[in-house]
């Protein structure tokens, strides 16, 4: 079905997305019974500003890795840091 990646995300198989396409293809959402959430709390962070130096190079890649997965590249060093922290305690 699923297996985890390298990022701790779950990866799909296309046997899976092509059924969840035809589903959603042949499928009036207005007709599927749902609930309405009310009491949803999103958790933000709060964020410190930082001034940090790196190599030409490195921002130049970052960028291009950020933009194939649709982030900001400030966004993708603070997801490969969080990432990082968070497998360096698990030691």
Do not use: C
């Amino acid at each position: 079905m699923s297996e985890s990646s390298a990022t701790g995300r779950s990866e799909i198989s296309q046997e899976r997305i092509e059924e969840l396409a035809d589903y959603f293809d042949n499928t009036d959402l207005g007709e599927v019974p749902s609930e309405e959430v009310t009491d949803v709390e999103i958790e933000r962070w709060e964020l410190e500003q930082v001034s940090l130096r790196l190599p030409a190079q490195d921002v130049k890649e970052l960028r291009r890795r950020a933009a194939k997965l649709g982030v900001g590249y400030t966004t993708l060093i603070r997801m490969i840091l969080r990432d990082h922290l968070r497998s360096s305690l698990k030691r």
